[in-house]
């Protein structure tokens, strides 16, 4: 299995089309936003993990996220992926992220001990 893309969003659909297929519809990917209040603060951004399965990939892993701000690990999610081989899928994680100011954490995710794919997302000072 390898992570085809992971984003930070604010809401995803799934529709089918002739085929048959599927679409993923995302909106609101994010890199960044404002605190909701003043430092310090707790946000709990939605992220998507896509995944493919190779043809001849065993259909099952484990898909791990470890948020890290300054290096320091913040929060940590696993949970089991099956996947039929040749397939795609999706994983929803949603943390709470704790700042105590402005700042990036970066999600690094995994499927095993496979590659890293990092995912940066900046805390910004609140708009009033």
Do not use: W
Not at 58 to 77: H, K, M, S, T, W
Not at 86 to 94: D, E, S
Request: glycine letters at 8%; a negative charge; hydrophobic letters at 40%.
């Amino acid at each position: 299995m390898q992570i085809v893309s992971a984003l930070f969003i604010d809401d995803m659909a799934m529709r089918q089309v002739p085929g048959p297929s599927t679409r993923i519809d995302l909106t609101g990917i994010q890199f960044s936003a404002p605190a909701p209040g003043p430092f310090p603060v707790t946000v709990t951004p939605h992220m998507v993990v896509l995944i493919r399965n190779e043809p001849d990939g065993a259909p099952n892993g484990a898909l791990e996220v470890v948020f890290r701000l300054d290096g320091e690990q913040i929060a940590r999610n696993v949970q089991p992926v099956e996947i039929e081989p040749g397939k795609f899928a999706y994983r929803l994680v949603r943390p709470e992220l704790e700042f105590p100011g402005p700042g990036t954490v970066e999600a690094h995710c995994r499927i095993d001990m496979g590659p890293v794919t990092v995912v940066p997302y900046t805390l910004l000072e609140p708009t009033d």
